[in-house]
């Protein structure tokens, strides 16, 4: 069959909306139609070319191409057909992307930490996860799909290990953002800041992702949580939302969170900025106090080896850095469970979707990311 899909060829340039052929879904795969699929910042450190391997450094590897590249990890879509041995969806059901798939069997995936699960490591290459072969082609050639998803397409062939079966009356912008940044905010807070009632918390950039960190935080009792944020907008969205103070940098931060622990520091510190680069370090250490835990969830540009940091205070105040990558959780239970605390009323996600967009308009919609309008845009098929 033939689907629409923006498709990314090359750093710095536009997604390009192309027409693609799309084979079948073999053992193990599921044909998805997309129905909404977020604009995550992950799908920009492509364009930037942050997230792409130099080709001085691929080559040697022997690692595969990048593009083009099918784009999107961030979805919610209804499965129109399945291949053969398909065990856990059947045409008709609602799912949510996972954009780590979980396998099941790896060591990762039998201790509890599926959002590691080995079947991770080859998301960026091109071909499908079950034997590397490709279902789709654009104009005869092979290309590859942003985390084996491609949920800014019309159509796509998935893996049903990397699908999520959600309750089909949800609507599917909740069910998109939750695939991606809600999950990874709000575990950010929860499951690797392990934020306890009465912890002081920070959270430093509050879009997609960061506004969800400032959800965990809430619902896992924080007393104090500032949001740091320059634009105004999203201070003002992170108040709505549980945050009890907003601030424009962490510079802003520092006296606030001195004088609301009286000198002690927060708990937890959250760097959820659109880039994290080494220069923040510091200051995001400062803010966090004696025994505290600093979490990085923003991706860096692949080749950032340096930070700057205080190694007399990591060891004498005993801090501690932690990186994340799915929220530290199991996607397969955690965006079920997220989607509950929505039903009832206790998580807000309606609120976190500024606007949507149609496929042909995601070019727009990146620039309004930039630009600091959307907590989350949207793009909507139906
Ligand atoms: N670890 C993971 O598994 C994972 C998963 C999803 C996204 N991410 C990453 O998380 C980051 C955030 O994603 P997003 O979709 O929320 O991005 P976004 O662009 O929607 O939001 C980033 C926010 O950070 C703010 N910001 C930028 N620089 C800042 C600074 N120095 N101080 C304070 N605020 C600052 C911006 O104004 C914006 O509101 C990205 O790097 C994304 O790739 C990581
Ligand atoms: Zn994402
Ligand atoms: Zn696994």
Known sequence: MKTRAAVLW?????????????????????????LAAGLCHSDEHLVTGDMVVPDEIRGPLGLPWVFPMLGGHEGAGVVEAVGPGVTTVQPGDHVAASFIPA???????????????DLGAAVFGPGQISDGTDRHHLDGRRISIV???????????????????????????????????????????????DVRPGDVVVV???GGVGINAVQGARLAGARAIVAVDPVEFKQKAALDLG???????????????????????????????GVMYGDLLAPALTL??????CVVTAVAPMTQMTADINLFELAMWQKEVRGVLFGAGNPRADIPSLLALYR????????????????????????????????RGVITFA
Not at 14 to 21: G, H, L, S, Y
Not at 154 to 176: C, G, Y
Not at 256 to 271: C, N
Request: hydrophobic share 35%; charged share 20%; aromatic share 4%.
């Open 243 to 273: 945050a009890t103070h907003a601030v424009a940098s962490m510079q802003e931060a520092q006296p606030l969170v001195t004088e609301l622990t009286v000198g002690q520091m927060a708990d937890a510190v959250i760097l959820t900025p």
């Open 147 to 193: 985390a084996k998803l491609g949920t800014f397409a019309e159509h796509s062939v998935i893996n049903e290990s990397s699908a999520v079966r959600v309750d089909p009356d949800l609507p599917m912008t909740a069910v998109a953002i939750v695939s991606c940044g809600v999950t990874t905010g709000a575990g950010s807070a929860i499951h690797r800041a």
């Open 10 to 34: 090359g750093v710095h340039q536009d997604w390009k909306i192309e027409e693609i052929d799309l084979d079948p879904p073999k053992t193990g795969e599921i044909l998805v139609r997309w």
């Open 288 to 293: 966090t106090g004696k025994g505290g835990t």
């Open 204 to 206: 430093v950039g509050v």
């Open 103 to 117: 396998c099941g069997r790896c060591r990762y995936c039998v201790t509890g930490r599926t959002n590691l699960c």
């Open 344 to 375: 009832s009323g206790q998580l807000k996600l309606d609120e976190l979707v500024t606007r949507t967009y149609r496929l042909d308009q995601i070019n727009e919609g990146y620039q309004d990311m930039r630009d600091g309008k959307n907590i």
